[in-house]
């Protein structure tokens, strides 16, 4: 099941219907698989979930716990939280699944080992980053809950595109929107209220470059700089960022869910932003743009020019580059 059918399944469950005897949490999005946790803990009753709700990394102490009899509750949840099983720990596990006890739910997120794991009595829970539709349902979520306040479909766009997709900051964002603008929030609030981070400055002017929007560009550039961030800095924020294009242009076969792993993303939205800014470009003008930025670096680096210098020349090369 997707991350989003598994709170409803949770209350059929905890309402007369059935819990499987192990959920296996796949996918990468670390927002998601925090809130996935949290909700199986949400089962429990509350006076008694710190006896009754429990982590760990054993595979032994895991099982060990879902074979001890809960605390004044009808269950109990042990989540095991491992990047790698080995043979042993798989056939341990396996075990289990055979004889689970009936008043224990197991949550393994167990990353790649969660493929070895199939049955009857076991579920899986997607926890992949959110599809583009998805992701503005989320976001509209946050603005219905309570206190619910309207917001338009212009601000859902921009906090996604200014939280470059991060979940975590679209809860935390949405909360100060709500609270800033209780009658409705529109675009202009998300841009006055929300903060750009590097990444998505970047994101800004590299589609100015791409647009060959030089008032734009240089507009956002000064922005940057005056915001604190050193020129050495957004240099290499910039080239950092081009160079990621050129990969996922040459890639265009790999998934965001590869590439991610590959650039050392935490979440496969990032990949996102990273696609779209691509398109506006041709394999050959990105390849001219990595060069000619990795050779500003150098040339800065090795004292051949001050970090003003090449940033500038940067900026201007970019937007006359064919």
């Known amino acids: 099941m997707k991350y989003s059918e598994l709170k409803t399944h949770l209350n059929d469950a905890v309402n007369g219907g059935t819990f499987a005897a192990a959920y296996f949490l796949t996918g990468e999005d670390e927002y998601l698989l925090h809130e996935a946790k949290r909700l199986f803990g949400e089962t429990l009753d509350s006076g008694f979930k710190d006896m009754n709700f429990s982590k760990t990394s ?8 879902l074979y001890t009899f809960p605390v004044f509750d009808i269950r109990r949840v042990c989540v095991l939280e491992k990047d790698d099983l080995n043979e042993d720990e798989t056939a341990k596990l396996k075990a289990y699944l055979d004889s689970p006890a009936s008043e224990a739910i197991l949550v393994a997120d167990v990353r790649e080992g969660a493929k070895l794991f199939k049955g009857k009595n076991i579920e899986s829970v997607s926890c992949a980053a959110l599809s583009d539709e998805e992701l503005r349902d989320f976001v509209r979520e946050q603005f219905s809950s309570p206190p619910a306040v309207p917001v338009e479909n212009a601000a859902v766009e ?5 939280t470059q997709g991060s979940l975590a900051r679209i809860v935390g964002e949405a909360k100060k929107l709500k609270a800033y603008s209780p009658d409705g929030v529109a675009r202009a609030d998300v841009t006055q209220m929300v903060a750009s981070d590097i990444e998505y400055q970047t994101y800004i002017l590299s589609e100015a470059v791409a647009n060959r929007d030089a008032g734009r560009a240089l507009t956002v550039t000064d ?3 005056k915001s604190g961030i050193p020129e ?3 240099l290499a924020a910039i080239y950092e960022r081009y160079r990621r294009m050129l990969h996922i242009s040459l890639n265009k076969d790999m998934s965001n869910e590869q590439l991610a792993k590959i650039f050392g993303f935490k979440k496969q939205g ?15 003008r990105l390849k001219a743009i ?3 930025l990795h050779s500003l670096q150098y040339e800065f680096v090795s004292g051949e020019r001050s970090e003003a210098s090449a940033l500038s020349e940067a900026i201007l090369t970019l937007l006359a580059t064919q």
Do not use: C, P
């Not at 054993?58 to 716990?65: K, L, N, S």
């Not at 921009?158 to 200014?162: F, N, Q, V």
């Not at 990032?270 to 050959?284: G, I, P, T």
């Open 158 to 162: 921009e906090l996604i595109t200014r």
């Open 223 to 225: 922005a940057i700089l």
């Open 290 to 292: 990595v060069d000619l």
């Open 270 to 284: 990032q990949v996102y932003f990273l696609r779209k800014s691509a398109e506006n470009y041709s394999q050959v």
């Open 232 to 234: 050495h800095v957004l």
């Open 58 to 65: 054993d595979v032994g102490e895991a099982i060990e716990t």
